[in-house]
Each structure stands twice: as C-alpha cells, then as structure tokens.
C-alpha cells in the first residue's frame, strides 16, 4: 500500500468553541517505523479525509500553518515550560490540528498491522500566564552554485514588539545544510539563542535560557550550506532535491499581549553579518 518515506497527515478539529490552552504533548510513536512527527495548528486542513497522503510540497493546511510540536526518532521531547501554554481555538486562529507522521522505513507493515502513533495533547481551558508561539527564520532566495564549498543562507529582521523569552529552537534544511544558527543582537553584541545540525533529528532542542529578545533588538540566523556533490544549481524549494533554511524559535510571552505566530523573511546586510560569531561557519559534524 505504501512504501518508504511516506508523509501522511491527518487533521481533528479543537474539540471545544471555547479558548483551550495545550499545556503538554505525549507523543506515542513506533520507534521502528515512525521517523518524525510534526504538529500543526491552522484554520482550514488541506482535506477532510480520516487521513491523507501530505509528502508533496506543503500538503498540509489551505491557510497559513504554524508549527506546535516536532517529534524526531532520537531526540527527546520537547517540554513546555510551567504556566505555559499554546493559545487554540476559533478565536486565536487555530480551530485544527494537523498532524503529520513520516514514515521512513515501512517495512515493518508488510503484516499489514495498523499503526497507532500520534500524540495526546493535554489541554485546559484555564487560561495561562504565558502564551507559548513560533518565531520563524526562512530563506526565500538562496541559491547554492554546484561544487562550491560555502554559501551562506542569512535572515535577519529587527524586532519591534513584546518581550519574548525563547525556550527551544528547531532547525530545517534539506540535504545540504551543515549548520544553522540563530541570534538575538543588541547594542551590536550577538547572544546565541541555538545552534544545531539540521542532519541531526530535526526536533525542537532546548535554547539558551539567558537570552530574551525585546523591542529594539534584531533577530538573525545563518544556515551553511554546502554546493559540493551537486552538478546544477540548487534553490529553496519543497522537493528533497532543493533545499530550505529555516531557524524556529518557540517561545513564551506575557498573555497580556502574546502574538502566537512571528517570521522574518529578510535576507538582512552585508554588514551586520560581517560580526556574526565564527561558530556560526563551522559545520556540526554527524
Ligand atoms: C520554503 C520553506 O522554507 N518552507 C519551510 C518553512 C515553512 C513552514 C511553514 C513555510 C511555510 C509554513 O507554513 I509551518 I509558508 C517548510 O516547509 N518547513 C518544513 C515543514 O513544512 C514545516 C519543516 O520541516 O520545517
Ligand atoms: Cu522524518
Ligand atoms: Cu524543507
């Protein structure tokens, strides 16, 4: 029925018209056969089928997506800190859930047994102190020339709301990246929020604590890739064959005046990354 790397999705509406608040997640995979699993919130599921194939380029939400929970076979879960919890419902946007579960290796199901991973979300309607939310960093125009060794995907955008205290970043590329890395800059001085290897599992890993980001201050990621092995150009795009630079940070806000869902999409100058730290070009070895 399906072979390897199969991406399939499923979507459940948030069961309450009510605000709810996703206070922890409990993933339940099959450590042989599932190799990630993501968790989306949007308004409108690509299909309403009880389940769907989601492999090709975005097969996942009709409307803007926001990415909620990332399970990777051997990474550890992310926990959300205390007193905070992801913002659900018809009011805040996100009336569904989408799931995706890839599928790396299915030949464990030639016995045709079912599967029964996915994930429990524990939810309350009590509101929370903190609302939790994703800040993300992606590349729309990079491109990588064949043979070079190292082309640098850079983002960066100045930040002009709320205090946000990050708690865990994810990083994604596709085959070619080597390391990405993201930071908060003020006064000019960059503080690391998380640096990572988008060839380890692609999970959400824990950031550096110390690190807020507040009005004034500019947020910034680099992504190094490398062009060797290839024999044409390679741009952003959905297939393996392309590639992506994407740093998320989750974070946690003040209710008061919390903004679930941030990006930046700009490529940022020359010049601000003429100070980016030299950890930033050094490839994480896997
Ligand atoms: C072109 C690109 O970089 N796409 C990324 C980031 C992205 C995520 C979401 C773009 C949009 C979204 O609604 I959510 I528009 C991308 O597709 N990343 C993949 C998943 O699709 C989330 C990843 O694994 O990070
Ligand atoms: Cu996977
Ligand atoms: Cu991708």
Redesign the pocket.
């Known amino acids: 029925m399906f072979q390897s790397d199969t991406y399939l999705c499923t979507a459940f509406p948030v069961p309450t018209s009510r605000d709810a608040y996703i206070v922890d997640f409990i993933p339940h995979a099959s450590m042989d056969t599932v190799h990630h699993m ?1 968790l ?1 919130g949007c308004q409108t599921p690509v299909s309403t089928s009880s389940y769907w194939d989601c492999g090709s380029v ?1 097969g996942t939400c009709a409307d ?4 909620m929970y990332a399970w990777a076979r051997n990474a550890p879960p992310t926990k959300l800190p205390k007193d905070v919890g992801f913002k659900v419902g018809r009011n805040s946007g996100m009336s569904h859930f989408v799931l995706q579960i890839h599928y790396g290796d299915i030949s464990a199901f030639r016995d045709h047994h079912r599967d029964c991973s996915g994930l429990t979300l524990r939810m309350t309607s009590k509101p929370q102190p903190f609302i939790a939310g994703i800040y ?1 960093l ?1 590349s729309v125009d990079t491109v990588i020339l064949p043979g070079k060794k190292v082309t640098n995907a850079d983002i960066a955008c100045d930040y002009t709301s709320y205090p946000i205290y990050p708690f865990a970043f994810r990083t ?1 590329t596709h085959h070619l990246g080597k390391v990405v890395s993201g930071y908060r800059i003020r006064d000019g001085k960059w503080s690391l929020i998380g640096r990572q290897s988008p060839q380890l599992p ?1 999970a959400f890993y824990p950031a550096n604590k110390e690190v807020n980001v507040k009005y004034g201050d500019t947020i910034a990621a680099r992504c190094l890739f490398t062009g060797e092995g290839r024999t044409s150009k390679t741009y ?1 795009g959905g297939t393996s064959d392309d590639e ?3 740093f998320y940070i989750m974070y946690y806000m003040d209710s008061k005046h919390a903004i679930p869902y941030m990006n930046c999409m700009e490529s940022g100058s020359k010049e601000l990354f003429q100070h980016i730290p030299a950890e930033a070009n050094v490839p994480i070895a896997v």
């Open positions: 993501l989306f975005q803007e997506a926001s990415i993300l992606m994604h692609q952003i992506m630079c994407n």
